[in-house]
């Protein structure tokens, strides 16, 4: 079997989304932002400045965690929004903290999804942070989107749905190794649908169609 190479937590979104945006942002380092990618970068980039890290008697808050997982089953990397270490006698010790704690993880997200508790591309990609959270700490710990628009976190059911998760990001997992391992940018899916994708204009380069009327004028012209 072919060594697998590190994915990053973040483009497991990318790759749900559209495999050939996966592979042009991967291979390509292609980038590009629109409104959508703005208002998501902000709202973590608020997660991430620190403020919302605190403790208290009950709990220690820490954003902006890193966390890898590097075993023969998984090899994923990246940042974590939000880690909540709270105060148990039933919890695993913290390097760096004192007393033993219960884990939990919150993914920010900037709008609540209509119809659904959540969306199932947002559950893969907590259940991969929670893969990495529990190599990490050697804990099994809880799971929560936060939606900034309603102020309210909703649970992730791995404790119930744990298989159908890794099954899924497990085929994810495998897609996208295949592309990095050969490097080669796949076509658009059909069905795909591009509005707001934020590399549109990178992925099909707006190039004038082939005129031969065009072609003799330049000509004509000396150009
Ligand atoms: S424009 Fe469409 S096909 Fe191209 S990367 Fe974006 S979503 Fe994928």
């Known amino acids: 079997m072919s060594e697998n190479l590190t994915i990053s937590l973040r483009s497991i ?21 629109n409104a959508f990618v703005v208002k998501a970068n902000l709202l973590h980039e608020h997660v991430h400045d620190g ?8 709990k220690i808050v820490r ?33 760096g903290l004192e007393g033993t704690f219960l884990v939990r993880i919150i993914e920010y997200k900037p709008k609540a999804p209509k119809g659904e508790p959540f969306h199932e591309t947002d559950a893969i990609q907590v259940y991969a942070q929670k893969l990495c959270a529990d190599a990490v700490w050697g804990t099994d710990c809880e799971c929560f989107l936060y939606y900034a628009d309603i102020r309210r976190r909703v649970r992730l059911p791995f404790d119930t749905d744990a298989a159908k998760y890794a099954a899924l990001l497990g085929h994810l997992l495998d897609g996208m190794q295949k592309i990095l391992a050969s490097g080669t940018i796949p076509e658009r899916v059909k069905g795909q649908k591009c509005s707001g994708c934020s590399i549109a204009d990178l992925c099909f380069p707006k190039e004038k169609s082939y005129s031969v009327r065009r072609e003799i004028m330049l000509q004509k012209e000396g150009k």
């Not at 979104?13 to 932002?33: G, I, K, S, V």
């Not at 089953?73 to 148990?88: I, K, N």
């Open 13 to 33: 979104q990318h790759y749900m989304y559209c495999p050939r945006r996966y592979a042009l942002l991967e291979l390509n380092r292609d980038w590009n932002e």
């Open 51 to 58: 403020s919302h890290s605190y403790s208290d008697s009950r």
């Open 63 to 95: 954003s902006d965690v890193t966390v890898y997982r590097d075993g023969a089953d998984y090899d994923l990397q990246g940042v974590l929004d939000c880690v909540e270490f709270v105060r148990s006698k039933d919890g695993v010790p913290i390097p």
